[in-house]
Nanobody
Framework: QVQLVESGGGLVQPGESLRLSCAASVSILRFNPMGWYRQAPGKERELVATIRTVGRTNYADSVKGRFTISRDNAKNTVFLQMNSLKAEDTAVYYC??????????????WGQGTQVTVSS
């Protein structure tokens, strides 16, 4: 019954900002790590950023310094703040996360995606 739902996508001009949200149906403390991926038409899905429960983060080189991933445990939500957006950031952005149960079984969950379009 674990679900992830993205929101916050839209159409913006180059240089502008967007903040994406990923709302989980369960405590995000159960996920480790959580992250954002993106996929542009005709291209493979790529990792954008990840965050661990302790707060450690990683970013793709293409977004480092422009994007920030964060989490609000009380709201069961992970965010992706995207600044200085470029046309090449245009893609469907997906939230994902891993839960390891008591038997050390790792299960990966995905949201349905939210469209981000950067165009002048």
């Amino acid at each position: 019954q674990v679900q992830l739902v993205e929101s916050g996508g839209g159409l913006v001009q180059p240089g502008e900002s967007l903040r994406l949200s990923c709302a989980a149906s369960v405590s995000i403390l159960r996920f480790n790590p959580m992250g954002w991926y993106r996929q542009a038409p005709g291209k493979e899905r790529e990792l954008v950023a990840t965050i661990r429960t302790v707060g450690r983060t990683n970013y793709a080189d293409s977004v480092k310094g422009r994007f920030t991933i964060s989490r609000d445990n009380a709201k069961n939500t992970v965010f992706l703040q995207m600044n200085s957006l470029k046309a090449e950031d245009t893609a469907v952005y997906y939230c994902n996360g891993f839960i390891i149960n008591s038997d050390n079984y790792e299960c990966e969950y995905w949201g349905q995606g939210t469209q981000v379009t950067v165009s002048s």
